[in-house]
């Protein structure tokens, strides 16, 4: 069962304040900055779709931006183990993985975790 909550008269406008604020600042953001991406080039961030799924190392072959750009080879930081096919998230062929370029090495965002003695 649900709880239902109440709400004041007073409270209500608070929220329609609320909402036509946010509209009025909705209205005045530049197109072209709400849908910005977060792999923009000044972030450093990059997209990265996997070529394959994951195998017995750290390291998996990608694809950078598209699922047909550039072929980079990116390494996953691995919590208890050191295989991805043994951790999760899971990582599949096409998958989108979020990384950045450390002085040469591809490193993804994404911590994965080892689930070989659960």
């Known amino acids: 069962m649900s709880k239902q ?8 406008h608070r929220v329609q304040a609320l909402l036509r604020f946010f509209d009025r600042q909705r ?7 709400r ?13 990265a779709y996997a070529a394959a799924a ?5 390291k998996i072959a ?13 390494s996953c930081n691995i919590f208890g183990g050191s295989a991805l096919n ?3 998230p899971r ?4 998958n ?6 450390d002085s040469g090495t591809w490193r993804a965002i994404d911590n994965f975790m080892d689930v070989g003695n659960c």
């Not at 909550?5 to 209500?12: H, N, Q």
């Not at 977060?38 to 997209?47: D, F, M, N, P, R």
């Open 54 to 58: 994951a195998g017995g190392t750290n």
């Open 86 to 88: 043994n951790a999760i």
């Open 62 to 74: 990608c694809t950078l931006n598209t699922t047909d750009g550039a072929a980079i080879t990116v």
């Open 5 to 12: 909550y109440a709400l004041s008269e007073r409270d209500y």
């Open 91 to 94: 990582i599949a062929s096409g």
């Open 27 to 33: 209205a005045n953001i530049h197109p072209d900055y």
């Open 35 to 47: 849908r910005r991406s977060i792999a923009v080039a000044e972030s450093g961030l990059q997209k």
């Open 96 to 101: 989108l993985l979020t990384v950045w370029n």
